[in-house]
């Protein structure tokens, strides 16, 4: 399977644990993003890669988040002293950078990651 | 700031009929507007995106969308209706910023299809 992998796929922590997701992308995608869906909405996007440096990080993503592209290939995202509030999909898409004339290239999303926290 | 407004949280149709989801922008720049579909405990997958060429849009699975700048509206179509089509689609706006291109997603369509 040559798609973007995450894991663990489910999550189940209590309150003021710290947890930490995984994120492998399609290879050679230098672009790598990650985004929170809650129930009942759209993917918010959280933050951003180009190879291994992070580009953007959304108001979302707070002090106890912090994510990481370590030579720009599988990426980590992690959450300290989680709340009730960080229970959701968190989901991570990549993508090449566009070639040519061309300023728009597919992102691919993985499975996710469901985190529910007690 | 760019933003996506989806009418509509639930759309029921009978299975061979119309299926039509809305969905309207608001972007100070021409965008770049998207169509995803999600299905149950799946990652998102693009239908169909619009990137400044032809206003209309064909996608995979036989949807197709419009852009309309004067009703800055980008409606998902699909002339009937399978119950594999049964999922939440998303419609999302990229505000192409920085060179890359983040998406702003609106709060999904759940379509139901009934026999």
């Known amino acids: 399977d040559t798609g973007v992998s995450q894991n663990p796929r489910h999550k189940i922590t209590k309150r003021g644990q710290n947890v930490t997701f995984r994120c492998d992308p399609i290879?050679?995608?230098?672009?790598l993003y990650w985004y929170r869906q809650t129930l009942g909405q759209g993917p918010e996007f959280l933050t951003y890669?180009?190879?291994?440096?992070?580009?953007?990080k959304s108001r979302l993503l707070s002090d106890r988040f912090s994510a990481e592209r370590p030579k720009g290939s599988f990426s980590t995202l992690e959450i300290q002293r989680t709340e009730q509030g960080d229970s959701a999909m968190y989901l991570c898409?990549?993508?090449?950078?566009?070639?040519?004339?061309?300023?728009?290239?597919?992102?691919?999303f993985g499975p996710g990651t469901r985190l529910t926290v007690l | 700031a760019q933003s996506v407004t989806q009418l509509g949280s639930h759309v029921s149709v009978s299975e061979g009929a119309l299926v039509l989801l809305r969905c309207n922008y608001s972007?100070?720049?021409?965008?770049?507007l998207f169509w995803y579909v999600q299905y149950p405990n799946q990652g998102l997958q693009l239908l169909l995106k619009?990137?400044?060429?032809?206003?209309l849009v064909k996608g995979i699975n036989g949807f197709e969308a419009e852009f309309k700048k004067s009703e800055t509206s980008f409606h998902l179509t699909k002339p009937s209706a399978h119950m594999s089509d049964a999922a939440e689609y998303f419609c999302?706006?990229?505000?192409?910023?920085?060179?890359?291109?983040?998406?702003?997603f609106g709060a999904g369509t759940r379509l139901a299809v009934h026999p």
């Open positions: 999302a706006v990229s505000p192409f910023s920085g060179g890359y291109n983040k998406l702003i």
């Open positions: 898409a990549s993508s090449s950078l566009p070639r040519g004339q061309a300023n728009y290239n597919e992102q691919f």
């Open positions: 619009y990137t400044s060429a032809a206003t």
């Open positions: 890669f180009q190879n291994e440096a992070q580009l953007e």
């Open positions: 290879s050679e995608h230098n672009r």
């Open positions: 972007s100070s720049v021409p965008p770049y």
